[in-house]
């Protein structure tokens, strides 16, 4: 079925760390529009709400859509009356970015409430202006006593499952929304451009799920408009709207944000794909989520348009964000004895060694977008992430994370763990060296979670190279569960500022804490 959500009444809703003043009377624009509609006698509207991304101490990047031309401006305030505003003149948003604009924020006091509110006005005519929409985010602080509290999760209509009106669309964001997190890690998986919806799926029960319908859904994206439209769906979501103007996030990609398992040079051999060449889905996509997400160093010079990054969020935390999409080798059977390449490529391995190296912080969470030692297959033969079910010495892509993880143990880099999403199921995964065939480095851990709104899978084989122990799993016993059998899942990484104890809890949609692990600070390995 298609429809336009529809908003409440604009009010005001108190939460932990200040409020939210949702504009929330704005009507989204017809479900499955391509391009905003010109109506000359309207104002600018920004329907799809607001984001902010990579917030730091003192910096964020401020997100919005407009449904025609538009100069984006931006007031920010220590307060919801916003005396004393601050004004941040935007871009002017057009067709070139599917209306989309960011605008960075700088020079923002640390540990601080910020309350912001985004008005598009007619280029034309300055006096016109559409209605404010409101959020707010927290900077990182710059006291260590202050704690940091952040969740993370990935896997976003998938297999079919899309928003369903009959279970109050993807409930699990307002369910994160309430426990009001510092930020949100989005570990890929955003879209599933590969993935058509429906109207409606019969379950397994003889229930019937009904999805919202978009033009762009209706098939496999190939064109840019296409891709646009993927990323627009998610935003039909009051849920996620919500969640977006109360909680920042930090973003990356995985191969369904393209196509499923894509590698850079991939020619398909799929009959849905009038365009072949995966390089071309890539680059079409990769300007989408550009247009969609608030990622700083995709709206930056410096950042030379790429995806991994490290967002610093003050003296307790690091978040190294990789990209084990955009520069891996061929997926193979993984055997090879010698591999530069791997899953990084050469020259993001540098980048991270030395990023981690120059680290000061407490904690250095790597958000990987897919597991090491959990064995996920591409095909036959080939394999999809690092492991590749032979537990033996490294071998292909193992060769390189068997480098990065000697190297964090030589240089006594202290606080490292691993979070991730990608296989539709929560994990928590101890790799040691005692049970390892490879075994020059130092204890860690690695925890999976997700989906938020997808399918569910069994979980996956681990291989033995790194010597993971599975300390806990929750997965079903049977392929692509929809999320109206079964609750979605998503981490929570609550640091705290006196002990500087970690700890991870691996969270069902509902509110039960399924497994909880504190790590103490200061340690090579865990």
């Given at each position: 079925?298609?429809?336009?959500?529809?908003?409440?009444?604009?009010?005001?809703?108190?939460?932990?760390?200040?409020?939210?003043?949702?504009?929330?009377?704005?009507?989204?624009?017809?479900?499955?529009?391509?391009?905003?509609?010109f109506?000359?006698?309207?104002?600018?509207?920004?329907?799809?709400?607001?984001?902010?991304?990579?917030?730091?101490?003192?910096?964020?990047?401020?997100?919005?859509?407009?449904?025609?031309?538009?100069?984006?401006?931006?007031?920010?305030?220590?307060?919801?009356?916003?005396?004393?505003a601050?004004?941040?003149?935007?871009?002017?948003?057009?067709?070139?970015?599917?209306?989309?604009?960011?605008?960075?924020?700088?020079?923002?006091?640390?540990?601080?409430?910020?309350?912001?509110?985004?008005?598009?006005?007619?280029?034309?005519?300055?006096?016109?202006?559409?209605?404010?929409?409101?959020?707010?985010?927290?900077?990182?602080?710059?006291?260590?006593?202050?704690?940091?509290?952040?969740?993370?999760?990935?896997?976003?209509?998938?297999?079919?499952?899309?928003?369903?009106?009959?279970?109050?669309?993807?409930?699990?964001?307002?369910e994160?929304?309430?426990?009001?997190?510092?930020?949100?890690?989005?570990?890929?998986?955003?879209?599933?451009?590969?993935?058509?919806?429906?109207?409606?799926?019969?379950?397994?029960?003889?229930r019937?799920?009904?999805?919202?319908?978009?033009?762009?859904?209706?098939?496999?994206?190939?064109?840019?408009?296409?891709?646009?439209?993927?990323?627009?769906?998610?935003?039909?979501?009051?849920?996620?709207?919500?969640?977006?103007?109360?909680?920042?996030?930090?973003?990356?990609?995985?191969?369904?944000?393209?196509?499923?398992?894509?590698?850079?040079?991939?020619?398909?051999?799929?009959?849905?794909?009038?365009?072949?060449?995966?390089?071309?889905?890539?680059?079409?996509?990769?300007?989408?989520?550009?247009?969609?997400?608030?990622?700083?160093?995709?709206?930056?010079?410096?950042?030379?348009?790429?995806?991994?990054?490290?967002?610093?969020?003050?003296?307790?935390?690091?978040?190294f964000?990789?990209?084990?999409?955009?520069?891996?080798?061929?997926?193979?059977?993984?055997?090879?004895?010698?591999?530069?390449?791997?899953?990084?490529?050469?020259?993001?391995?540098?980048?991270?060694?030395?990023?981690?190296?120059?680290?000061?912080?407490?904690?250095?969470?790597?958000a990987?977008?897919?597991?090491?030692?959990?064995?996920?297959?591409?095909?036959?033969?080939?394999?999809?992430?690092?492991?590749?079910?032979?537990?033996?010495?490294?071998?292909?892509?193992?060769?390189?994370?068997?480098?990065?993880?000697?190297?964090?143990k030589?240089?006594?880099?202290?606080?490292?763990?691993?979070?991730?999403?990608?296989?539709?199921?929560?994990?928590?995964?101890?790799?040691?060296?005692e049970?390892?065939?490879?075994?020059?480095?130092?204890?860690?851990?690695?925890?999976?979670s997700?989906?938020?709104?997808?399918?569910?899978?069994?979980?996956?084989?681990l291989?033995?190279?790194?010597?993971?122990?599975?300390?806990?799993?929750?997965?079903?016993?049977?392929?692509?569960?929809?999320?109206?059998?079964?609750?979605?899942?998503?981490?929570?990484?609550?640091?705290?500022?006196?002990?500087?104890?970690?700890?991870?809890?691996?969270?069902?949609?509902?509110?039960?804490?399924?497994?909880?692990?504190?790590?103490?600070?200061?340690?090579?390995?865990?």
């Amino acid at each position: 079925m298609s429809y336009a959500p529809r908003f409440p009444s604009p009010a005001r809703r108190s939460v932990l760390r200040g409020s939210l003043a949702a504009s929330a009377a704005l009507a989204l624009p017809a479900v499955g529009a391509a391009a905003p509609a010109f109506a000359l006698s309207g104002r600018p509207r920004a329907a799809w709400g607001v984001q902010v991304g990579d917030v730091t101490s003192s910096s964020a990047l401020v997100w919005v859509r407009s449904d025609r031309p538009a100069r984006m401006i931006v007031e920010t305030s220590a307060t919801e009356s916003f005396r004393r505003a601050r004004t941040w003149h935007g871009p002017l948003v057009g067709s070139g970015t599917d209306f989309t604009g960011t605008t960075p924020l700088y020079g923002l006091p640390p540990g601080e409430q910020v309350h912001y509110r985004v008005t598009l006005a007619d280029p034309h005519d300055p006096r016109r202006t559409g209605e404010p929409v409101h959020g707010t985010f927290r900077t990182a602080p710059a006291r260590r006593r202050d704690g940091v509290r952040f969740l993370w999760s990935g896997d976003i209509a998938g297999q079919g499952w899309g928003i369903n009106p009959d279970i109050g669309g993807y409930a699990v964001y307002d369910e994160m929304r309430r426990l009001d997190p510092d930020f949100f890690l989005c570990s890929g998986d955003n879209i599933y451009a590969d993935g058509v919806i429906e109207p409606s799926v019969t379950l397994p029960d003889g229930r019937v799920w009904r999805n919202v319908t978009t033009e762009e859904k209706a098939k496999v994206a190939e064109t840019l408009a296409e891709y646009r439209g993927n990323f627009r769906y998610n935003l039909l979501d009051h849920n996620l709207r919500e969640f977006n103007a109360q909680v920042p996030s930090i973003v990356q990609w995985d191969d369904h944000e393209v196509r499923n398992n894509w590698y850079p040079g991939q020619i398909l051999d799929d009959a849905r794909y009038t365009e072949k060449n995966v390089d071309v889905l890539a680059a079409r996509s990769m300007r989408a989520f550009r247009e969609y997400f608030p990622v700083s160093t995709l709206h930056s010079a410096s950042g030379e348009g790429r995806m991994h990054r490290v967002v610093r969020h003050g003296p307790l935390l690091d978040v190294f964000v990789l990209d084990m999409r955009t520069f891996r080798n061929a997926n193979s059977p993984g055997r090879q004895p010698d591999d530069t390449t791997g899953i990084l490529g050469a020259e993001q391995l540098r980048w991270l060694k030395h990023e981690l190296s120059r680290s000061r912080a407490v904690w250095k969470v790597i958000a990987a977008d897919m597991p090491l030692g959990l064995v996920v297959t591409d095909g036959a033969t080939d394999f999809e992430a690092v492991a590749q079910g032979d537990p033996g010495a490294p071998l292909g892509r193992e060769l390189q994370i068997a480098e990065l993880l000697r190297y964090i143990k030589h240089r006594r880099i202290t606080g490292t763990l691993w979070l991730t999403a990608d296989v539709h199921y929560t994990s928590a995964q101890h790799y040691e060296p005692e049970r390892a065939v490879f075994k020059d480095f130092a204890p860690f851990w690695e925890f999976v979670s997700g989906p938020l709104a997808a399918g569910q899978f069994q979980a996956n084989a681990l291989d033995a190279t790194f010597g993971p122990d599975r300390v806990f799993v929750r997965a079903p016993d049977r392929a692509n569960v929809s999320p109206m059998e079964s609750p979605q899942y998503f981490g929570e990484v609550d640091i705290d500022g006196d002990s500087g104890e970690l700890t991870v809890r691996l969270r069902a949609q509902g509110g039960s804490v399924l497994f909880s692990k504190v790590l103490q600070p200061g340690r090579v390995g865990q």
